[in-house]
């Protein structure tokens, strides 16, 4: 299974308007908790995607994913708010 993560360009303030793709990864999903490469610098906004299945998803410093994580369902797209250097750790739900 596969998720695809892109860090978007954009506003952050009131309007939370991304609008850019800055770059994006694809990143395989199993049991064991697997983190992304770090957030670039030049991100507002990251997403969040998985295809093949649901997952579980957690944004940090340095993020493990387990069974209390953010559920993701099969297509739903999750946004969240940049941190430069932050990564995201994804696990099959």
Do not use: H
Not at 63 to 88: F, H, M
């Amino acid at each position: 299974m596969a998720a695809e993560i892109t860090y978007w360009s954009g506003r952050g303030d009131v309007t939370a308007s991304p609008y850019g793709i800055v770059s994006s990864e694809s990143r395989s999903t199993s049991a064991s908790s697997a983190q992304s490469g770090a957030t670039p610098e030049d991100a507002s906004f990251v997403s969040v995607v998985c295809t093949t299945a649901p997952v579980r998803i957690a944004y940090g410093a340095n993020p493990t994913a387990d069974a209390s994580s953010v559920y993701v369902c099969l297509n739903e797209r999750i946004w969240l708010t940049s941190q430069t250097g932050w990564k995201l750790a994804i696990i099959n739900a």
